[in-house]
Every structure is written in structure tokens, then in C-alpha cells.
């Protein structure tokens, strides 16, 4: 079995704390701060998946902003 990379490592505890939140949002807890960090692990993601597949800048930001 493989060593766990530091990059492997840090996208692991990534999705640990943003399943935190997850939970801490759908018990209504902190649920504003919740979502904000939920919003600030995934934007970087939703924006390259948008980029990737050609979208112009604008509507990159239009998909991916925080609602």
C-alpha cells in the first residue's frame, strides 16, 4: 500500500472539515458561517470545472458565486 502524499493528506482532512460543515449547516448551527466555509472549499473547484469546459470569465462568476 502507497504512502499517503501531503498533497493526498491535506485534500483528505479538506473533505473532513467541509463534511463538518456540511453537518453543522443541515442542523441549523452557525449555519451562515457554515455555508460561507462550505462556499470558500468549493468555489475554487466549481470555477475550474466551468473554465475547463470554455465558459467566458463572467460566466464563471455567475455560476460559481455565492447564492
Partial sequence: MAEPTLRGTRIEEGRRRVNVWIDRWQRGIDAEESF????QYYYPLVR????????????????????
Fill in 36 to 39: 460561507r466555509r462550505i462556499h
Fill in 48 to 67: 475550474s470545472f466551468f473554465a475547463k469546459r470554455g465558459f467566458a470569465e463572467e460566466e464563471i462568476e455567475d455560476l460559481a458565486q455565492e447564492t
